[in-house]
C-alpha cells in the first residue's frame, strides 16, 4: 500500500514536471499569439474602412456639390451593398436634414470635424471621412460653373461620409483560434500523462536536462529538442517533449501563415480600391486628382532638366444637347467613345484626364508645341470622323482644343492650365472643332 502511494506520487510530481511547464509554454504562445492576430486583423480591417470612405468621399463629392440627392442615395445603397461587413453608411451634406443613409447606424454619432475620425469599440468600427469641393471649372456653357480651390487648400466642406463595421467576424475568428488553443493544451495535457503513466522511477539529471529543453522553448526557442540517448529511462518523456515541441512549432507555422494570407488579401483589395480612386470608371482615363499628381511631377522633371513640356485641354461640343436629345446613357457612350479616340492618337508616356463632365486634358511630356498643336489637329479629325449609333441613326460630335506649352516661369499648375483653357475658349467662340494655341507669356 506504502508502495503503490510511493508510486502514485512519483507519477503525479513526473506528471506536474513534464506537463506543467509544457502547458505554460503552449498557453503564452497560443494567447500571445491570439493577441497578435487580433491586433493585425483590426488594423487591416481599419485601413480597409478608410479607403473604402475615402473612395466613396471622391464619389460624393459632386453630387453634394450639386445637391443631388438621389445620386447620394445611390452611392450609399451601392456601398452597403458591396461589403458585407458593413452595417450602416450615411452621407451628411452640411444641411443634416438632407442626410442620405442605408442600412443602420449606432448613434449618438461623434461631432463632425474637418478631419478624418475612426472610432472602435468592442463590437463596431465607426469611421467618419470629411468631404471636400476639389472640382475644377469648366468654360462649356451649358455646364454649371464650380470654384476651383486655392492651391494647396482643402477645397469647401461639402459635408460627411459615415461608415460602420460590424466586427462580428472578427469576433469569430478569435473565438476560433481561442478554442483551437484549447483542444491543442488539452492535447499537451493527455500526451504528458500518457509519457508519465510508463515511468515508474524518479530521476534526476534526465528530469533536469527535459526541464532545460522546456525552459528554452518557453523563452521561444521552438527548436529546442531533448537528447533521447541522454535521458535513459525517461526517453518516453523526451519523445513526447520533442513531439509537443514539434506540434506547437508546426501548428504557430501554420497559423502564421493563414493570418499572413489573410493580410496579404485585404491589402489586395485595399490596393484596388486606392486604384479605383484614381481611374475614371466610365473612360477609363486618369481622374481629376490622378492627373494632378502626374502633371506636377512632370512639371517639376521639365524644370530640372529644362525639358519642353505641352499641355492640351479638350472639350466636346454641344454635349448638353447629346444627352437632351438621345439621353444621358448615349451620352456616356459618347464619353467612353471619346476617351478611347484621343487614346489611339498619343503615346504610352502621355498622361489623360477626366476633369468632369465632357472636359479632358492631356499632358505631353517632353513635347515642344508645335508638335502639340499637331497632336491635337489628329485628335480633332479622329473625333469628327467617327460615329455611334443611337436609335438607327449615326451620331457625330466634334470636340474644341485649346493647346498651351509650359513656360518654367509659371510654377503653379492652375495658371498653365488657365492659359489652355483660355485657348479652348477662344477655339470655341470661333465656331467650335478647332484647335487654338494659347500665346506665350510676355518676356
Known amino acids: 500500500m506504502k508502495m503503490n502511494k510511493q508510486a502514485l506520487g512519483i507519477r503525479l510530481r513526473l506528471?506536474?514536471?513534464?506537463?506543467?511547464p509544457a502547458v505554460i509554454v503552449v498557453l503564452m504562445l497560443l494567447f500571445g499569439f491570439l493577441e497578435r492576430h487580433g491586433r493585425e486583423l483590426t488594423?487591416?480591417?481599419?485601413?480597409?474602412?478608410?479607403a473604402?470612405?475615402?473612395?466613396?468621399?471622391g464619389a460624393a463629392e459632386f453630387p453634394l456639390f450639386a445637391g443631388d440627392g438621389e445620386s447620394?442615395?445611390?452611392?450609399?445603397?451601392?456601398?452597403?451593398?458591396?461589403?458585407?461587413?458593413?452595417?450602416?453608411?450615411?452621407?451628411?451634406?452640411?444641411?443634416?436634414?438632407?442626410?442620405?443613409?442605408?442600412?443602420?447606424?449606432?448613434?449618438?454619432?461623434?461631432?463632425?470635424?474637418?478631419?478624418?475620425?475612426?472610432?472602435?469599440?468592442?463590437?463596431n468600427l465607426l469611421v467618419?471621412?470629411?468631404?471636400?469641393?476639389?472640382?475644377?471649372p469648366s468654360d462649356d456653357p451649358y455646364q454649371a460653373q464650380v470654384p476651383r480651390t486655392a492651391s494647396g487648400d482643402k477645397g469647401r466642406l461639402m459635408g460627411h461620409v459615415v461608415m460602420e463595421f460590424t466586427l462580428e467576424s472578427l469576433l469569430r475568428q478569435k473565438q476560433d483560434v481561442l478554442l483551437w488553443s484549447v483542444a491543442v493544451t488539452v492535447l499537451a495535457l493527455l500526451l504528458a500523462a500518457v509519457v508519465a503513466t510508463f515511468i515508474a522511477s524518479?530521476?534526476?539529471?534526465?528530469?533536469?536536462?527535459?526541464?532545460?529543453?522546456?525552459g528554452r522553448i518557453a523563452q521561444g526557442d521552438?527548436?529546442?529538442?531533448?537528447?533521447?540517448?541522454?535521458v535513459g529511462v525517461m526517453e518516453p518523456l523526451a519523445v513526447g517533449v520533442n513531439a509537443m515541441a514539434e506540434r506547437v512549432a508546426l501548428n504557430q507555422g501554420e497559423l502564421q501563415a493563414q493570418v499572413h494570407e489573410a493580410t496579404q488579401e485585404l491589402r489586395r483589395q485595399k490596393e484596388a480600391a486606392e486604384m479605383a480612386a484614381r481611374i475614371d470608371p466610365l473612360t477609363g482615363v486618369f481622374s481629376r486628382r490622378a492627373f494632378t499628381e502626374a502633371a506636377e511631377t512632370e512639371m517639376q522633371r521639365a524644370l530640372r532638366y529644362g525639358l519642353p513640356l505641352s499641355l492640351i485641354m479638350i472639350d466636346l461640343d454641344h454635349f448638353k444637347a447629346v444627352n437632351d436629345t438621345y439621353g444621358h446613357a448615349m451620352g456616356d457612350a459618347v464619353l467612353a467613345s471619346f476617351a478611347r479616340t484621343i487614346a489611339q492618337e498619343v503615346r504610352e508616356v502621355d498622361v489623360i484626364g477626366r476633369m468632369g463632365g465632357e472636359e479632358f486634358v492631356v499632358l505631353l511630356p517632353s513635347t515642344e508645341v508645335t508638335e502639340a498643336v499637331r497632336v491635337a489637329e489628329r485628335m480633332r479629325l479622329a473625333v469628327a470622323s467617327g460615329e455611334l449609333q443611337a436609335y438607327g441613326d449615326s451620331l457625330?460630335?466634334?470636340?474644341?482644343?485649346?493647346?498651351?506649352?509650359?513656360?518654367p516661369r509659371e510654377l503653379s499648375l492652375n495658371r498653365f492650365m488657365d492659359r489652355a483653357d483660355a485657348a479652348l475658349y477662344e477655339a470655341k467662340r470661333a465656331g467650335r472643332n478647332r484647335v487654338e494655341l494659347a500665346p506665350a507669356l510676355p518676356v
Request: hydrophobic share 45%; proline share 8%; aromatic share 6%.
Open 15 to 20: 506528471w506536474l514536471a513534464a506537463a506543467l
Open 43 to 50: 488594423t487591416a480591417l481599419s485601413d480597409r474602412a478608410q
Open 52 to 57: 473604402s470612405s475615402k473612395q466613396l468621399g
Open 72 to 123: 447620394l442615395q445611390r452611392l450609399v445603397d451601392a456601398a452597403l451593398a458591396g461589403d458585407p461587413h458593413m452595417r450602416g453608411v450615411a452621407i451628411y451634406p452640411n444641411d443634416p436634414d438632407h442626410k442620405r443613409m442605408a442600412g443602420k447606424l449606432s448613434y449618438p454619432l461623434p461631432d463632425f470635424g474637418p478631419d478624418n475620425l475612426l472610432r472602435i469599440t468592442p463590437q
Open 128 to 136: 467618419i471621412h470629411p468631404v471636400y469641393l476639389t472640382l475644377v
Open 202 to 214: 524518479s530521476v534526476t539529471g534526465p528530469l533536469q536536462h527535459i526541464s532545460a529543453v522546456v
Open 222 to 230: 521552438l527548436s529546442a529538442r531533448a537528447d533521447v540517448e541522454q
Open 396 to 407: 457625330r460630335y466634334t470636340a474644341s482644343f485649346g493647346v498651351a506649352a509650359f513656360d
